[in-house]
Each structure stands twice: as C-alpha cells, then as structure tokens.
C-alpha cells in the first residue's frame, strides 16, 4: 500500500470515542479550509470544509472548528468507527484566485476495536 | 459516474526514460491540478490549469510538463530532467470559482528503477 502515512503523527483511539485531529494553518490571509481524509493507496477525499466567516460547521458525524486568532483548525469525529482509520489532513487557501492550497502533512488515526 | 480517474494504478520506469500519466475527469471542471506527495509530507503543487490551452508552474515544476488540449484531460510528463521522480502522484479538479473544494483521482504510484 501507500506509504504516505509514514513518520506521521498517530491519534489511536477506541471504536466508538470520539476523536479529535487538530492542524495549524501557516497563511493569517488564509480563508477557506477543508478537512480530507486518505486511506492507504487512494486519492485523498473530502470530508468537510469551512470559510473564515465561521467559527464551527457540523456534518454528518463530523465537526469543524476555526480558531482564527491562533491560526488552529480541528476536526471532530463522533463516535469513531474502524472505517474512519485513514491519514486526516486540512487544506488552506486564500481569496486569491489562483486556486492553489496549503496542504498540511497529516495525521494517521487509528482505531483500535 | 462522475469523477476523476489516473491510469495507471502502479507504474514502472527505467532511470533516464520520459513517462506520461494520464488524468481525465467527467465532471465539467475548468480548473485542473497535478500534485506530488511523498511520505511525511503535505501534498506539492506541480502545475495546475484553470482553463483549456492555458497551465501554471506550481511549486515543485522542474523536471516535469503538462498540456491542456481538452477540458477533460491534463496528462503530465516526468521526465529524465527530475531528479527523483519516484512519488505517489494525484491529479485533482475543481470548478473555476474561488473556494471549492478539489475532488482527487485515485493517485498513480510511479516508480523509476
């Protein structure tokens, strides 16, 4: 499989806590934010995302919260599950209109049953 | 079935030979992204394109080339001019608005021998 996940942090937690993978952002400017998830192998894909006019946006077990003043974006996951074990990372972009993106290094979550 | 999809899955080059991955996506996206992820590392920019006939250098650019003949495609080229161009490579698009998000292939694994 991929070896993406290698010397990356690890979050191991137990089926049915709820866990929690946290990213600092480098761009003050930065705007607009999403949290992917990738499994061993496969392209990354997205899970939710969040503008800076917000402070906190919920999904479907899944919850984001914007710290703007120390430049921290989490990801919340209810009631983990031993298909959420994937490598998690955020992506930032600024209003600039070139389409590029930040993207962070990772953590692997591990979900122990 | 919309989506994005890289061929091939796994691929192997001998060093000092050029190598073309392909990329095509059917969901009517303007703006189309290469990336190189290597172990431990964020995703890097190689080029992107926000519209036909038209491509921009990302980070990471030297040793490698694209074209943009078609809305649908955006191969690119490793060629013997990268250094070290055994990596985990996606392909990514998205609408040409500001702050969507990028939907990902399924990664073609390039190994040069």
């Known amino acids: 499989g991929e070896s993406v996940g290698l010397h990356l942090p690890t979050l191991s937690v137990q089926e049915g806590d709820n866990s929690i993978i946290n990213c600092a952002y480098s761009?003050?400017?930065?705007?607009?934010f999403i949290w992917y998830k990738q499994e061993s192998g496969k392209g990354p894909q997205f899970i939710i995302d969040?503008?800076?006019?917000?402070d906190k946006r919920q999904g479907q077990r899944v919850t984001v919260l914007l710290n703007k003043t120390v430049k921290h974006l989490s990801l919340q996951i209810a009631a983990t599950q031993p298909g959420d074990s994937a490598v998690y990372f955020c992506?930032?972009?600024?209003?600039?209109?070139?389409?590029?993106?930040?993207f962070g290094t990772g953590t692997r979550l591990k979900v122990l049953a | 079935d919309g989506g994005i999809t890289q061929s091939p899955k796994y691929l192997f080059r001998k060093e000092g030979q050029n190598v073309t991955l392909s990329c095509e996506q059917n969901?009517?996206?303007?703006?189309m992204y290469w990336y190189r992820q290597d172990p431990g590392q964020g995703l890097r920019l190689i080029y992107y394109?926000?519209?036909?006939?038209?491509?921009q250098k990302g980070d990471i650019a030297e040793g490698y080339s694209v074209s943009r003949e078609k809305k649908e495609s955006f191969p690119l080229t490793v060629t013997s001019a990268q250094k070290n161009p055994t990596a985990f490579y996606l392909c990514?698009?998205?609408?040409?608005?500001?702050?969507?998000?990028?939907?990902f292939g399924p990664g073609t694994r390039l190994t040069v021998l």
């Open positions: 990514a698009s998205s609408r040409r608005t500001d702050h969507n998000e990028q939907f």
């Open positions: 761009n003050s400017a930065s705007d607009y």
């Open positions: 969040i503008r800076s006019n917000m």
């Open positions: 992506a930032e972009t600024a209003i600039s209109g070139t389409y590029k993106y930040i």
């Open positions: 969901l009517n996206h303007d703006a």
């Open positions: 394109s926000q519209i036909v006939n038209d491509f």
